[in-house]
Structure formats: C-alpha cells, structure tokens
C-alpha cells in the first residue's frame, strides 16, 4: 500500500492534526501531533518513519505509521521552519536532512540526528551569501531582521541543492571544496510583481519544479544537464 501524510488544523481543538491515508489517498485519518504549533511540511523515509515542521522551532518524529510523535531538540530558540527534504538512501532508514524557515534559516544534517543551524543572508544576484552561525539566544533571535522567508529546499546530493523563498528568491547550494562546506548563490529572482514561491519538487534526473502564487510554475534544470 501507499502511504500519505498531510497536515491541517482541528476545527475544535487547539492542535494541528497530520492527516494520513493508508491506501494511495482513497481515504484519510486524522493523527494528532500533541502540539498546538503551526505545522508547516512533512517528509517520510518510508511508511513508518516520517518527519514534521512547522512553527517555534517544532521538529517532530514518527516511527510507527504516524500512531505517536515525538519532539525532536533541533533548534535551541523558538524560529519557524517552513520547509522540509529528506534525501533518501537506499542503506539507511534515514539520510541527508534540510529544513529551511524565516529568517533566511538553513537546517543541515548528514544523517538526520546531529542538525547545524545557520542564517543566510543574501543581498546581491549572482553573489555568495553570507552565512552566519544562527543565534542561540531568543532575544538576540527575535531581533534579528532579514528578509529572506525560507520555504522550501531540495537536494540531488550532498553538495547541490535549490532553496527557494517566499519573496520569489533562488537560492543555489553548491560544494566549497571542504567535506560537507557549502556555497549559497542568489540566483536572479521572478520579476513577476508580487510573486510568492511555495514549493519546489524534482524527479530522479534532478530537474526541479518550483510553483508559486498567481499560476506561476518553474522548472530549473542543473547546468550539467543544459544543452
């Protein structure tokens, strides 16, 4: 069979629900996440194992079809993830791990346990941007001021990925040359006024799809595959 998770708001009570179909989306049942946060995005290892985000810095965890969650300790402050990618690999329950939020906030991890946090700052088409440890203080967080909304990441593998943010901004990761180093490069942006991106998918030659608001729709295709 062919599981499915979403997430939604109870009408009555004050949580947020992960909605979840055990037969490729005929029919839905509702799994409470135990937390009152806004949830933001879902990725699955497989149909036991799957990962959640959302807003204050939740981060949860299933291992059993989604029955109970857990909270995972990923951030030290109180920050809104909006994105979520798991890299799957074919050895491991797990893998490769990205969260993206407000704040130009960047979530790594190789394995999907020890997690670095980090703040990027991009203010220039075609330029690195700066990259900066993320506060672990809540005040120093909350004060923070940076346009950059996160939504949504993908990778094709540990060195090469797309960000892409509500502002309508690309961001492209690329490898430095140090063993897990990487490189953040603001592509040009949409310049259709008032453009919201809200998600990015890709298939197995890594070419990526980004949607937005106002019907916009987005392919990128990696350079080494550009003719």
């Known amino acids: 069979t062919t599981e499915i998770y979403t997430l939604s708001l109870h009408d009555a009570l004050p949580i947020c629900l992960i909605i979840a179909s055990r037969d490729a989306g005929d029919t839905w049942k509702p799994l409470e996440s ?3 946060a806004d949830l933001y995005d879902v990725a699955c290892t497989d149909a036991r194992n799957c990962l ?22 990923v951030l030290s402050v109180e920050a809104k993830l909006r994105g979520l990618y798991i ?22 991890s190789e394995d999907g346990e020890g997690f670095s946090a980090s703040v990027l700052k991009c203010t220039a088409v075609g330029a690195e941007c700066q990259v900066e440890d993320m506060p672990t203080s809540q005040g120093v967080w909350n004060n923070l001021t940076n346009p950059l909304t996160l939504v949504a990441a993908r990778f094709r593998d540990l060195d090469n990925g797309v960000l892409v943010a509500l502002g309508g901004e690309i961001v492209l990761v690329s490898g430095d040359g140090e ?14 006024t008032g453009t919201q991106f809200h998600s990015i998918s890709s298939d197995f030659l890594s070419d990526m799809v980004i949607s937005g608001s106002k019907g916009v729709v987005m392919q990128y295709t990696p350079k080494a595959r550009q003719a």
């Open 179 to 192: 063993p897990g180093g990487k490189l953040f490069t603001l592509a040009k942006p949409v310049t259709i």
């Open 87 to 108: 890299m799957l690999s074919p050895e491991t329950s797990g893998g490769p791990t990205y969260m993206v939020g407000d704040k130009g906030l960047f979530v790594s």
């Open 52 to 73: 959640v985000v959302g807003d204050k810095g939740t981060v949860l965890s299933t291992s059993n079809l989604g029955n109970d969650w857990e909270a995972v300790d």
């Open 34 to 36: 135990g937390v009152t």
